[in-house]
């Protein structure tokens, strides 16, 4: 397989128009008065379960074959793309396996599990949680649906920037946050076929910043030990994604975590939304000054919504 | 002057069109089910200063003679209104005189003084807020622009129910909150008019249940020391809104705090938008089972989104 053509992305468009949410686009005067640029927000945070991820995992589960599909899909993720995998298999009437480490919150295990998905847990540790995915394929079947190093992930995530570059024309640029890259591909890809003139940045936390170093390696620089508020984007850029990045892709702009939790409240009192940390690591970007957004039309992709109200960064 | 005719609230709506959002309606799939009904959310949460409140005042300040507009307005508030008539006033160039307690938290007034008002603080009474008020009415001419009763404010806020039922046809319930009464009054005459068949049903918490005893009195019954966490439902209900809360009103639904405060957050975790307690009132009737919403489509008027993130009801 190569990577996603724009004709690609319009099938992944298609196939999960039923199920999929077109999520609204929204603007905010502060913002705009805040960067004098003109910014329009892309709001996966409402998308189903609460983030971009489900898109991907939708365009993975109805591009199977009924044979495919017959023996179920599989994953490791104790993360937004567990409940997005979960739902779609949900949806086809097919089995999801969900590998979890044994340290996963409650709430995060109970999601998982009211969309229908099958839970196995495992050692907190990525050989035991490979090991044990490679043991459920095995005796099942099923299709491993990678969180991002996959085509189909890429294109499905892709449909966000198509529907933003749908509904908004002339966009001079567009901000997405970047963790394994499945998003980030996507939108470069999108962008690239549909607004060719407008730039696509990354953004991504400082504790976190494998993607900005491999693009200035050339080559995939893996994470080790990231630590930042964004727990989305902690995972090391996808083989996949990074050649794509790396040809389409402007610069990655990083931002610390303190800017991400001022941006992160910002976006919760003046556009009255919730956002999760990884969604404010673009909004961040933008404020942050360090890409001249003066006078443009910019897109920013606020990529979910999924955050314990129990626990916000801002209160001790 | 009498009650506002639909011709009056259609003014109103065109008088405000260049400076008010036209707020979006969403869904909840999760309500849907809760419910059994469809429910569309009119989000005024996303209205300018973050509530309902500026259509009214922006409908005052732009319905006065130029001679009017020239000598300034006034009211006494701490709440939503105040900031709503400092900005209303910006927008058409003159001055905002706004009477708040001196015991008013700095964060209400800092968001007045950002919209330009000019802040006289007085001792924490009614009595000293009125008479502070009145004083410079006299010494300025400006002109009072209470809450909630006049008529032009009535009007402004209508203007909610006129766009909902613009965009969300055959709609057999709507359900809005009641304080002093401009909104649910507003929602109730803009549904008379352009959809007679729905039902009006206003919502209250149990703490400031005022409406609620007073239409079952049959004449306006005032709050006595109410106790609620819906701070902007406070006020007692106004005699301009009686009665035709008391004609086009079926009946007024009334929530404890524990019931507003689990469907704040229900809306907070599930739509992912932010809405303060008062907003969340009418979603706490719908979601009571007080009324038999079973099969049918339901509008629910969110009224603000107005919060202090760093309190927030269900964390200790």
Chains 1, 2 share one sequence.
Request: hydrophobic residues 45%; contains cysteine.
């Amino acid at each position: 397989m190569t990577a996603p053509t724009i004709q690609g992305i319009r099938a992944a468009a298609d196939r999960i128009a039923p199920h999929a949410k077109r999520t609204p686009v929204m603007t905010s005067r502060t913002f705009d008065q805040m960067t004098g640029a003109t910014l329009f927000f892309k709001c996966e945070n409402f998308q189903r379960v609460g983030a971009f991820k489900f898109r991907g995992a939708c365009n993975a589960v109805f591009s199977l074959t009924d044979a495919e599909a017959a023996r179920g899909v599989a994953t490791h993720s104790s993360g937004n793309h567990a409940q997005a995998l979960a739902l779609a298999a949900q949806l086809r009437g097919i089995r999801a396996h969900i590998v979890m480490p044994q340290n996963a919150p409650d709430v995060k295990r109970a999601a998982v599990e009211a969309y229908g998905g099958i839970i196995t847990l495992c050692e907190p540790t990525l050989e035991a949680r490979e090991s044990t995915t490679a043991r459920i394929i095995e005796e099942t079947g099923a299709t491993l649906i990678h969180p991002y190093n996959d085509y189909r992930i890429i294109a499905g995530q892709a449909t966000v920037a198509l529907e933003l570059h749908e509904e908004i024309d002339a966009l001079d640029f567009v901000i997405a946050p970047v963790g394994g890259g499945g998003l980030l591909s996507g939108t470069a890809l999108a962008t690239a076929a549909l607004r060719p003139n407008a730039t696509v940045i990354g953004s991504e936390p400082t504790g976190a910043d494998d993607a900005y170093r491999s693009l200035q390696e050339g080559a995939i620089v893996p994470s080790l030990n990231p630590k930042t508020i964004a727990d989305g984007l902690l995972t090391s850029l996808g083989e996949k994604a990074f050649p794509i990045i790396r040809d389409h892709v402007r610069e990655i702009v990083t931002v610390d975590d303190e800017a991400i939790v001022a941006a992160m409240r910002l976006v919760w009192e003046r556009i009255k939304i919730i956002v999760e940390p990884s969604a404010a690591v673009p909004v961040a970007a933008a404020l942050s000054g360090r890409v001249d957004l003066a006078g443009k039309r910019v897109g920013i992709i606020l990529s979910g919504g999924n955050v314990d109200l129990t626990r916000l960064p801002w209160t001790p």
